[in-house]
């Protein structure tokens, strides 16, 4: 026993230390990075992908590599296209694509991706990349007059190095700002002036978080309206393993007739066939259970009241370009979203909606979204989360 303690404590040492030395790292690439983004590097992404998903064992230079990573990387994904790669010291990662302000890759500390991404998407503008997590800005599906899901999913936005301060600042080291602001393109559209900025962030223990702030600077005084959602695609097993919980007894409109209104009944959310529905006032927490897996995704989410639940099934599946015909079985989205009641903003007014994923072994969640604590959980102010 004492031989063991012995062991553990040498362990944590050697935990400790590697830990104080990758941080000091971290800080010297900062100071480096002079006067870009304080913590924004630039780099070759071969050479950060080598640190990534190639990896084998920890005795080849791409191990050494991967070691001296810095927790944010500018470089180029697929079809040259600008990405943002996080990393938090503890192994978990996220990739942002400039194009569309699109999260493409979550994966946690073990390097397992969290996100779905079809094999079929296309990185390529004007289609947005099927996968993921897009943005539905300034209106989700068709609900208005602009194509579907609005447009800032297919535009380029820019890394924004002095974003105004958050009310509550972010603590982890691993973030990225990106602003979009509508060209004048855009305006023809959609005539409103608007400032999107978007952090992405990942928490010390992998969580990854997205922070939208949108503001009115329309210089005519109109306010103007939209629609919303984080469309993330979540990778699962087998969608006939998966259950969606925290909807039960809400109201949703069903896309799949008419946007009828209906009131769900099941103990779950099941998948046996297409499914295509927008709940109202949902909690703030739902949870996504994989049993094959044993993993349970917890979506909490502030300022979005709405969530839409969408799996396409085989016929859709079928009838998507970009998209394999069996990759269905192995996403699902869950969608923070606001749609029944669309948000209105004044000119300087400006709105938040936060998104906050964790992926937790199902052993762990299991029975955390009983109805007590889901109606306890609703009742929690939703600018709580932080
Ligand atoms: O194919 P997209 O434009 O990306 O839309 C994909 C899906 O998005 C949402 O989940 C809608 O509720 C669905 O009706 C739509 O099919």
């Not at 001296?68 to 600008?82: F, M, R, S, T, Y």
């Not at 991404?117 to 599906?141: D, E, L, M, T």
Request: charged residues 25%.
């Amino acid at each position: 026993m004492a031989h063991g303690g012995a062991e553990l404590k040498k362990a944590e040492q050697a935990s400790t230390q590697a830990h104080a030395a990758r941080t000091a790292k971290f800080a010297a690439d900062r100071d480096q990075a002079g006067s870009q983004s304080p913590l924004l590097l630039r780099r070759a992404c071969s050479t950060l992908l080598a640190g990534g998903d190639m990896l084998a064992s920890a005795s080849t230079p791409a191990a050494e590599e991967k070691q001296e990573l810095a927790p944010v990387v500018q470089c180029k994904g697929v079809n040259d296209l600008d990405k943002v790669v996080l990393r938090e010291v503890r192994g978990s990662s996220a990739e942002v694509y400039l194009y569309g302000g699109h999260v493409t890759s979550w994966k946690d500390e073990h390097g397992d991706e969290l996100l779905f991404v079809s094999n079929k998407a296309i990185f390529k503008p004007p289609k947005a990349i099927r996968g993921g997590i897009p943005i539905c800005f300034p209106q989700f599906s068709n609900f208005g007059n602009l194509e579907q899901h609005g447009f800032a999913r297919n535009r380029v936005w820019t890394i924004d190095t002095d974003p105004p301060p958050f009310p509550v600042p972010t603590t982890n080291t691993a973030y990225i700002d990106l602003i979009l602001k509508p060209t004048e393109e855009d305006l023809k559209i959609w005539p409103h002036s608007f400032e999107y900025r978007l952090r992405v962030a990942l928490s010390p223990g992998g969580d990854l978080m997205l922070t939208s702030r949108i503001r009115n600077t329309n210089a005519d005084g109109k306010p103007f309206s939209f629609t919303f959602a984080y469309h993330t695609y979540f990778k699962i097993s087998d969608i006939s393993e998966v259950r969606v919980e925290g909807l039960e007894t809400l109201d949703y409109l069903d896309n799949l007739q008419d946007r009828a209104r209906f009131t769900e009944q099941g103990d779950a959310i099941v998948f046996e066939s297409e499914l295509d529905r927008i709940y109202l006032g949902t909690p703030s927490k739902i949870a996504i259970i994989d049993h094959e897996k044993k993993r349970t995704f917890v979506v909490r989410k502030g300022g979005l009241p709405d969530a839409v639940v969408w799996n396409p099934w085989d016929k859709k599946a079928k009838a998507m370009s970009d998209f394999g015909d069996d990759e269905y079985k192995r996403m699902v989205c869950v969608e923070a979203a606001a749609i029944e009641k669309p948000v209105t903003l004044k000119p300087g007014e400006e709105w938040t909606g936060k998104l906050e994923l964790s992926a937790v072994p199902s052993s762990y969640y299991s029975g955390q979204l009983d109805p007590d604590r889901v109606i306890q959980d609703s009742s929690v102010p939703e600018d709580s989360i932080s």
